[in-house]
């Protein structure tokens, strides 16, 4: 990969169910590369941890029992910083047969840890725009305010007056009509759509090096979803800044993404250019991502009117990770020949083609992978 | 160019105020029905300064024009409370309303006093407990404050000037007139202590003003003020702290009151809740109608403040 | 540093209706505790009823004043008269049993009617029954009780009129709350389209069905409410008067000689309150989550 910006290297979120007194496992061992200036698209169904890995990168996992390992890359300003760094010291993991057994962690100690790395990098470096924009924006306080606080916070115009030229500036940027105005209106008279529209031009008027987008489209009317996607679309043109933009919603990572990563269970299962992956004719592609592109109607679909499939069966409990691979209960390309192997050992994530990589026993990788 | 964001303020303070003005009106008339419907005819007593013993003084009051239908005497009774006038106390004879001025201060220092103490308390521990998520203390917390919210207050009282005697040797029983003595500032504090801590004030306090910002601290909007780097204290201030302190403060108010008629007694405070107990003793109807009016009014104006902050501060609070 | 062990093993089934996975262990420990201090409570009430008392309650013993529990035959001690402290605890719950019985029957007919009215025909009795609500509230209780007691006269069953009547609106503000997610549920406009009588859809499967429990638990939570003000108007001398022993007023009649050190006949019925209310208000709250699954953590 050239130039990464931000590499997550086996990376693992846990959480404690305390009903249940077990370890939920969100994130389960993903490596992920962005590079700079282009747009990773993660897709999956909820609880597959896409969220979680989103979150986890910005240090927003904030739930008490929430252990995280691996390492985050930070590529900035000529320097690298491992944005999980030392906060291993602050919690022992007891693990048998590759199971959590226990954890005991210092909660304050490993929060205040975790503040320390994430200064200057939150809003700053990583700036981030979440699904329902209504509840996320500060009902108590104006989108001017917010904005202002944003750009004074994170750039050189420090002063009140500039920072408001600036503001209107980015609502402008982001089309929203007589941005003096809504300047100065509170979110709850806004539509979701004008939120999220001020939620990007918050996120990006800080000039972050990366804009995580969470599910953005997520709680808004399918209308406006389309704008939003449009407008997403003609910043990333206009801008050109690096986005990590998670989705349940294949079709909206399909038209942002140059490369795409599939998860499912807290894995990537495949990850590739999106083109490569998503092509119509592509021979070589994960059964979960082929059930994927099933589910969602294309125009080829509505004209033969044939019926869209759903997945069967349930989303992975991630608190109990089978042996084998973690598709197989609702895997139906399962061969013969490969069964054994599908049900006893998970397959690693290898490499199909140059830069594209698929966990399935139905590819037996070519590189070295 | 504010146009989009001018707010109704003064159209939902008319509202509040108008509800504020309603409210005491009803309670004048409870307070009048109370007085109607009992024996013993009080209430020509207030109007005329005295019981009618025979057929002549209730010959001599229609030729003094003093109403005999329940809404006549309920205006007239009105009336005279509008220039001032609460009739006068049936033990002293002095009017009423400027003795409930002058003990009114001591019970003002007392109510005021224990809502800011106990605020003193609450606020960090609620704050620590919310920004921490404290759940290895919970248990203990919660039981504690079960504790202290059933321990009686007069008991508790005893509890604290006997500790005073036996382990400071002092003696804070002779209220809050004895000034000269050393440590004066003591004498009032423990009353104020006392009720502020018993009768489940200070555990309420603390819940309410844990749970509402904890919930806060998990809002959406305080994720993205953490994402975009900004401080959290400052996003969660308004609904996570300043709407929920008006609000227990102005909740806490008629439990403060009726607390202070035990606490004064206990330790003999001169206040409006010691004269409220010596008038049902004596059946001085006139001071304890006019401690009651006082009191509720006082209520309602606590809340009336309550709303203010409320309408000033949530942008949605005028658009209702 | 804090511990968080997986369960070993297979993690069993999990039912989020099942009762036994939601009640949290420290909710049945309140409702146990509770239950105790309600049997405790009737049971000692039908004792002084009959007039089964361990001890004359009346019977002075100057020689043997203020003794310690377990002394000679008084297993919780003598007051400042010689009295045995144990019959005349038991015989102090006659102050508040009844009265109270009263205060919370009031509370919940009259709360059960006015929240109907508010949640079954909504509209201007909803706004009455608000303005209702913050009308009593602007009234410290102990002052309006006082002025009631100033007006007509210090007999416990007129405060308890009053204590009834101001625990109206929490029920009814309850009950509409209630109804308004039955209709949302769209339960109600069900019972009516099964031909179903008002009076029958609003006593059976309104308050009966689906009310009781919380009708319970407001009728604990108020019983501890009238423990409270029956004790504090008997302390302030208002309510039982010596000789007839109440907990409010052998507290008052102890602490003269509190200060001299002799805590115990002040502070044992101090602690017979603070042990009952407690059960009432751990009851009611321990019900509460198990029941109406209230809790949020």
Known sequence: MDAPLLAIENLRTYFYSRAKRAFIRSVDGVSLGVARGETLGIVGESGSGKSVTALSAAGLVSAGPGVISGRIDLYSNGARRNLLDGLENYARITERDGRVMEVEKDERGWRKRSETLMAGVRGKEIAMIFQNPRSALNPYSTIGKQLVETIRLHTSLKGESEAKERAIHWLERVRIDSPRLRFDNFPFGMSGGMCQRAMIAMALSAEPSLLIADEPTTGLDVTIQSRIVDLLAQLKTETGITTLLISHDISVIQRLSDRIAVMYGGTVVETGRTAEVLAPEARVRHPYTTALLASIPSAETIRRKSYLQAIEGEVLDTIEVPRGCRFYGRCNRVTEAIRENCAGLEPPLGEVAPGHKVRCWLYPATGKA | ?320 | MRRYVQTPGPIGEFSELALRQRAEPLDLVYVGYGLLVVAVVVASYMLGAFGWLPDDPQAMNVGLINAAPFTSGHVLGTDFLGRDLQARLILGIQAYFLPGLLAITISVVGGSILGILAGYRGGWFDTIITYFDNLLDSFPRLVLILLVIAAFKPDIYYVMVVVGITGMPVIANLIAGKIAFLRQKSFIEAAHALGLPAHTVILKHILWLNCRALLVIQATLGMAEAILVETSLSYLGFGVQEPTPSWGNMVQAGANYFLQGNFWPSTAPALAILATILGFQLLGDGLNNLLEGKRRR
Not at chain 2, 37 to 42: C, F, I, R, T
Not at chain 2, 138 to 148: E, F, H, I, M, P
Not at chain 2, 238 to 267: D, H, R, W
């Open chain 2, 1 to 320: 160019m504010k146009l989009a964001a001018i707010k109704p303020v003064s159209r939902v303070l008319a509202r509040e105020l108008g509800i504020t003005a309603l409210l005491l009106f009803g309670v004048s008339v409870v307070v009048f029905a109370i007085l109607y419907l009992a024996p013993g005819d009080p209430l020509n007593v207030l109007l005329e300064g005295q019981s009618p013993r025979s057929e002549l003084a209730l010959g001599m009051r229609e030729a003094l024009g003093v109403p005999r239908t329940w809404y006549g005497q309920y205006a007239a009774w009105f009336g005279k409370m509008l220039q001032g006038n609460f009739g006068n106390s049936i033990r002293t004879g002095l009017p009423v309303l400027p003795e409930l001025a002058r003990v009114g201060v001591y019970t003002l220092t007392l109510t005021l006093g224990s809502l800011a103490l106990t605020l003193l308390i609450a606020v960090p521990i609620a704050v620590h407990a919310a920004a921490h998520g404290g759940t290895a203390g919970n248990t203990a917390a919660t039981l504690v404050a079960y504790v202290l919210s059933a321990v009686p207050v007069f008991w508790f009282g005893y509890i604290v000037v006997y500790v005073f005697i036996h382990q400071f040797g002092m003696f804070p029983l002779i209220s809050g007139t004895a000034a000269k003595q050393e440590h004066a500032w003591l004498y009032f504090l423990v009353p104020i202590f006392v009720l502020g801590i018993a009768s489940g004030t200070l555990s309420e306090m603390i819940r309410h003003l844990r749970e509402e910002l904890s919930r806060v601290l998990a809002e959406d909007y305080i994720r993205t003020a953490r994402a975009k780097g900004a401080a959290v204290w400052r996003h969660a201030f308004k609904e996570g702290f300043l709407i929920p302190v008006t609000e227990i403060m102005s909740a806490k108010i008629p439990f403060l009151l009726g607390g202070a008629v035990i606490v004064e007694q206990v330790f003999n405070w001169p206040g409006m809740g010691r004269m409220a107990w010596q008038a049902a003793q004596d059946r001085d109807f006139p001071v304890i109608m006019g401690i009651a009016l006082v009191a509720a009014a006082f209520v309602r104006l606590g809340n009336l403040l309550q709303r203010v902050v409320f309408t000033a501060v949530n942008p949605r609070a005028s658009r209702e």
